[in-house]
């Protein structure tokens, strides 16, 4: 599976975006798929995943209650909707694929990536 992410861009802090992660080719629906990000000078940090079948989904604490992830029925799509945005998300945010059974819980590691999309966020 291809991984592409779009939707970022420069918003003023309290303001909302939604990014979007499309995934082609092979068996696009046997994935859990995250979210991270990375900041200039810091490690990449888990943000939000959501299971193969979408049925469940996790967050880190810095972004609960703003941020929701989802995925459409063709799980061809999944998105990162982002509220009440802060300065301190300014970072570039990626989508990632495992591969996992329909009953596995969301997985900790990834092995495949897309390319990043820049989200700035001014204060």
């Known amino acids: 599976v291809q991984l592409q992410a779009s939707g970022g861009g420069l918003v003023q802090a309290g303001g909302s975006l939604r990014l979007s992660c499309a995934a082609s080719g092979g068996t696009k629906y046997r994935y859990a798929i995250a979210w991270f990000r990375q900041a200039p000078g810091n490690e990449r940090e888990f943000v939000a995943a959501?299971?193969?079948?979408?049925?469940?989904?996790q967050y880190a604490d810095s972004v609960k209650g703003r941020f929701a992830i989802s995925r459409n029925s063709a799980m061809s799509m999944i998105f990162l909707q982002m509220n009440n945005l802060k300065p301190e998300d300014t970072a570039v945010y990626y989508c990632?694929?495992?591969?996992?059974?329909?009953?596995?819980?969301?997985?900790?590691?990834?092995?495949?990536w897309g390319q990043g999309t820049q989200v700035t966020v001014s204060s």
């Open positions: 959501i299971s193969r079948s979408g049925g469940a989904t």
């Open positions: 990632a694929a495992k591969s996992t059974i329909l009953s596995a819980p969301i997985p900790v590691d990834y092995d495949i």
